[in-house]
């Protein structure tokens, strides 16, 4: 298998969570490529967990799917903030929870090819409830269910947001091993 080096790469579209970048490929034989990489700023995604197995969740309308969306509470890192300190912020923003404890238990990657996006995935307990803090433009309904029911919602298809699904499951798998 031959190995490509990058030549040059510049970005070509920049916007506030997003870098589109034109990469320069060339291998061994001389042999040139241009490549296109998007790249978006690293995503957190918490898991509100109670004692008795429930979790909390968000509903919100996102336009570009043109649907309300059942998923976890998320958001973008601020520049210069760690993943734990942006899983601390959105969950207060976006829910009013506050947790005692918030563990790492994943970091995935959406795509390999020409989509980069980071997303860090956090279990949270020791939920101590209060009022959230919307950002102007945010819409969103806390839902609290039983984390089976959210098990059979992701595999129905209700809950298809690809970060959701594998927290959701994973977090059921932890469970069911006596983990958690």
């Known amino acids: 298998m031959s190995q490509w080096k990058i030549i040059s790469q ?3 579209l920049k916007a506030e969570y997003l870098d589109v970048k034109e990469i320069e490929f060339e291998n ?6 241009i490549h296109h990489l998007a790249e978006r700023t690293p ?7 109670t004692n ?3 979790i ?3 509903s919100q309308y ?3 799917l043109k649907q309300t969306t059942l998923e976890a509470v998320a958001g973008y890192m601020e520049k210069k903030e760690t993943t734990i300190a942006a899983a601390r912020r959105e969950l207060k923003e976006e829910t009013g929870i506050e947790a005692e404890q918030l563990e790492e238990i994943a970091r995935i990657q959406l795509a390999g090819s020409v989509f ?3 997303i860090n995935l956090f279990l949270a307990k020791g939920l101590e409830i209060g009022d959230n803090d919307l950002d102007e433009d945010e819409e969103i309904e806390v839902v609290k269910m039983p984390l089976s029911v959210a098990v059979e919602k992701v595999m129905t298809g209700e809950i298809n947001h690809a970060a959701s699904m594998i927290g959701i499951l994973m977090l059921d798998k932890l469970r069911t091993e006596r983990k958690l």
């Not at 061994?28 to 490529?33: D, L, S, V, Y």
């Not at 995503?43 to 967990?49: A, C, D, E, K, M």
């Open 10 to 12: 510049k970005s070509i």
């Open 28 to 33: 061994e034989a001389g042999k040139r490529k």
């Open 43 to 49: 995503v957190v995604s918490i898991f509100p967990l």
């Open 52 to 54: 008795k197995y429930e």
């Open 56 to 58: 909390y969740l968000v």
């Open 62 to 64: 996102r336009s570009s």
């Open 116 to 118: 980069k996006a980071t």
